[in-house]
């Protein structure tokens, strides 16, 4: 779902979360990179180490999209699976965070990469708190994409602008809109990225503030950044995603909490250390799912993001007050109560990095 802001008497139109192109990407060395890394690794979901038996499941959320990168590659190179110690791993792939969340809320999910208010809106909306924020995941990305001929902020006011209902993009820009005197994002309905696009190529909104590859799609579209997100944060940095497990799940397995995390710091290195290789693997992952994208849009997204596991604290609560004052959230003092980083920390330690800190 997205939310946009219309005219009076303008139809909503409509949009969904998924970015996705029509065009698959084509084959690239980054493709066979890729291949060659992922014979190394067995991909899919395999049963902890060798020899030992199934004790339980690890169902873990996430999006086929590039701001969920280090879930995809977690699970196309089989990291997360190496590392599930006697859990198995079932990825389940969603079209937003906010099915995600609603997955969470069913008992259908233990595990999640969620956009970040999202899940303070899940931690909010659940008796005791559902879920526990156990890391981060990616950090940045995110920009305000308009018609060419858009320059200032005024010229946007009664003109139609998209962004993700409910998440951090929302919230980012009703906080941004409100400083300069015009109206929250109002109207909700639906639609493929695709038709977003289409929408944006005809004039029927006049831009989108999204992450990548949505705002990397618009630019290619023809659209001029107007705002980038990491200009309006100390050092550029902001949550994107992060990490969540049920507190149920944590604390009755939380050996297989570390093996994700594991797992998580292999893809992170993945995309630090060989992001072509990434970009490849990333690709394979999307066009398997049926959602494929130019390798060019991939590499243009990842550059744009940064692989963090810090729940960037800071930033998240100011984020969190935005989406308060913007009535996303209920009011708040601290978000002291969502995180558990003790085992993130103890994997961080093993690998001889810092603690990520609340």
Not at 37 to 53: E, F, T
Not at 194 to 215: C, H, K, M, S, V
Not at 291 to 303: D, E, F, H, M, Q
Not at 316 to 325: W, Y
Request: aromatic share 4%.
């Amino acid at each position: 779902m997205r939310r946009i802001i219309a005219a009076a008497g303008l139809a909503a139109a409509g949009l969904l979360l998924t970015a996705c192109s029509s065009s698959p990407p084509g084959a690239s060395s980054a493709a066979a990179s890729a291949a060659a890394l992922r014979a190394q690794h067995k991909a899919g979901s395999p049963v902890g180490p060798p020899g030992a038996a199934a004790s339980g499941v690890l169902r873990l959320g996430l999006t086929e999209d590039v701001a969920d990168a280090p879930a995809l590659l977690g699970w196309q190179m089989g990291y997360f699976g190496e590392n599930a110690r006697q859990v198995t791993l079932e990825p389940e792939p969603y079209t937003s965070s906010a099915a995600e969340a609603a997955a969470l809320e069913d008992g259908q999910l233990d595990a999640a990469y969620l956009d970040p208010m999202t899940a303070l809106q899940v931690w909010q909306s659940t008796p005791g708190g559902l879920i526990k924020i156990v890391a981060g995941a990616v950090s940045g990305g995110a920009e305000l994409v308009v018609s060419p001929g858009i320059t200032t902020a005024a010229q946007l006011k009664g003109r139609p602008l998209a962004a993700p209902t409910g998440g951090a993009q929302q919230a980012a820009a009703d906080y941004w809109l409100r400083q300069r005197g015009l109206p929250n994002l109002t109207e909700t309905s639906a639609s493929t990225g695709a038709g977003l696009l289409q929408q944006f190529r005809t004039g029927q909104i006049a831009g989108a503030w999204e992450p990548p590859p949505l705002d990397v799609q618009l630019t290619d579209a023809g659209g001029r950044v107007l705002v980038n997100e990491a200009s309006l944060w100390p050092g550029g940095q902001f949550p994107t995603t992060v990490l969540v497990v049920t507190r149920k799940f944590l604390a009755a397995n939380p050996q297989a909490v570390t093996g994700l995390l594991k797992g998580q710091l292999q893809a992170d290195k993945l995309l630090t250390d060989h992001q072509v290789s990434a970009a490849g693997a990333i690709g394979q992952r999307l066009t398997a799912a049926g959602n494929p994208l130019p390798a060019a849009v991939i590499a243009k997204s990842l550059a744009q993001l940064t692989f963090t596991d810090s729940p960037l604290s800071g930033p998240l609560l100011a984020e969190a007050k935005h989406a308060v004052a913007t009535g996303l959230l209920k009011p708040l003092k601290n978000l002291a109560g969502i995180y558990d980083l003790g085992p993130l920390n103890q994997v961080l330690k093993a690998a001889g990095q810092q603690p990520a800190g609340p």
